[in-house]
């Protein structure tokens, strides 16, 4: 049992060691797509790169290209964490117009890679060329499902209404026809038109192109299309419990996200408040400090006595006045925030920073002192037991 266990781990960290040596060759490149001449030659480019911190031998091959597609070299070696861009050459044998499709395969020390490669050859001096375009709602292809692409059709001559013969083909990289269609057209100058087909059900999964070849007077232009057949996405469906747990998951949420703004406005408006309150008790000191400093230079300290008393008087006034309105502020405010009535709120804050506290009664009643009144005050004070002689006074 014992020896099993170890057998089991020996495997695991052989197979994490195959797929951490084959992460170490990067191939650069995903897809190998060229147009050629009826006739003629084309070349193309991909990279690799070396990421161990020692060389590999790399060899090279293809599939279904042979004399078709060559390299300058089947075999290299990449040096530790070097780069190499490998040239790929074609060369059109058979001289009709088609398209080839295959694989260039990479090998190396438990590795192997293969970069998909499409090859249409083309008349030199084609009637029409062709634009096929994927719609985005059929991009998503499955066994079973549809393709669809939005192909254009540009006639180069632009000379009047032509008949042509349409032959549609889907083509797995080896070679082989999954599904092929033709119809005629009648087009006239440039021309768009909507492609969908059925995958059969049994289609293997893998990489695939969709051909387009159009025939005019035994001209023939050609379009392609790589695509994947891959698995059908899977759409969540609630049942019922699920979809009522969603419901009040969603409303709890919501209520949360509501009870924080609804604190946070609170307390932001408060706060605000507070500072409005602050600074208007800090006023109305500040213009009684003043006011006191004015007193404090007159000549007659009988009358400078008596209004500074007068002054302090009216300063308890005042300040008792502004904790009874500062205190309904704050109830008026916390009244209008619990009935969600903020912008009301922000209207009330504006209006009491504008309305502050008038001291035109303190003046007033100071410069209303004359000096009548003012002996009948010293003489009620003296009587009271107030001392108001100056100090300095012998």
Do not use: C
Not at 257 to 285: G, P, T
Request: charged share 30%; proline share 2%.
């Amino acid at each position: 049992m014992k020896n099993f266990g170890i057998s089991v781990i020996t495997l695991i960290f052989l197979l994490v060691l195959v797929n951490f040596v084959s992460a170490n060759i990067e191939v650069k490149t995903i897809l190998i797509k060229e147009n050629i001449l009826l006739g003629g030659e084309a070349s193309s480019t991909f990279s690799l790169k070396n990421s161990l911190n020692s060389s590999q031998t790399i060899m090279f091959s293809f599939s279904d290209l042979r004399d078709i597609a060559f390299l300058d070299n089947e075999e290299i070696i990449l040096g530790p964490e070097e780069s190499r861009t490998i040239s790929v050459y074609f060369n059109d044998v058979n001289k009709i117009v088609d398209v080839y499709t295959g694989y260039i395969i990479i090998e190396g020390r438990k590795f192997e890679e293969s970069i998909p490669i499409i090859l249409n050859v083309e008349e030199s001096d084609p009637e029409f060329a062709i634009i096929p375009e994927p719609i985005q709602s059929y991009k998503d292809v499955y066994p079973g499902g549809k393709f669809g692409l939005e192909i254009r059709f540009f006639d180069l001559k632009a000379r009047s209404a032509k008949r042509v013969r349409m032959n549609y083909f889907i083509k797995n990289l080896y070679g082989e026809t999954i599904l092929s269609e033709s119809e005629d057209k009648i087009i006239e100058g440039d021309q768009i038109t909507t492609k969908l087909v059925n995958i059969p059900g049994g289609t293997d999964k893998g990489n695939y192109i969709f051909v387009t070849t159009l025939d005019y007077n035994n001209k023939i232009a050609i379009a392609t299309h790589f695509f994947e057949i891959g698995e059908k996405e899977k759409i969540v469906t609630f049942g019922k419990l699920e979809y009522y747990v969603v419901i009040i998951l969603v409303l709890f949420f919501g209520t949360f996200i509501m009870m924080i703004y609804f604190f946070r406005a609170r307390d932001k408006f408060l706060i605000k408040l507070q500072k409005q309150q602050s600074e208007e008790v800090d006023e109305n000191l500040r213009i009684l400090k003043r006011y006191r400093k004015d007193i404090n230079k007159l000549g007659n300290v009988y009358e400078k006595r008596a209004k500074l008393r007068v002054l302090e008087k009216k300063k308890k006034e005042i300040l008792a006045n502004l904790k009874k309105k500062q205190k309904y502020q704050k109830n008026e405010l916390k009244r209008l925030i619990k009935n969600r009535k903020l912008r009301e709120v922000q209207k009330k804050l504006e209006t009491w920073k504008k309305q502050g506290y008038a001291l035109s009664e303190v003046q007033k009643r100071i410069k209303e002192i004359s000096k009548t009144r003012m002996r009948k005050k010293i003489n009620t004070w003296k009587k009271e037991g107030y001392r108001l002689e100056s100090k300095d006074k012998k």
